[in-house]
């Protein structure tokens, strides 16, 4: 990472629309939309507002393949 990256605003480095699931998906569902579309995570929503992130490694973790 650059170390000018902590002099940066979030807005120029933030992602402007994440992909998002919604909470009440299964973890499988989310594992195959990482993969579909090569990303690490997800953001969680529920009402369109986020309420966690789900990783990759999570769902690894936890056995979901």
């Known amino acids: 990472m650059s170390s000018k990256l902590i002099e940066q605003l979030?807005?120029?480095i933030m992602t402007k629309?994440?992909?998002t699931i919604r909470k009440s998906a299964l973890a499988?569902?989310?594992l195959g939309i990482m993969?579909?579309?090569s990303?690490?995570?997800l953001f969680v929503v529920e009402d369109n507002k986020p309420i966690?992130?789900?990783h990759v490694h999570d769902c690894l973790r936890a056995g979901v393949m």
């Open 28 to 30: 499988a569902e989310a």
């Open 39 to 41: 990303i690490t995570s």
């Open 52 to 54: 966690g992130i789900i």
């Open 17 to 19: 629309n994440p992909v």
């Open 35 to 37: 993969n579909g579309i």
């Open 10 to 12: 979030a807005e120029q």
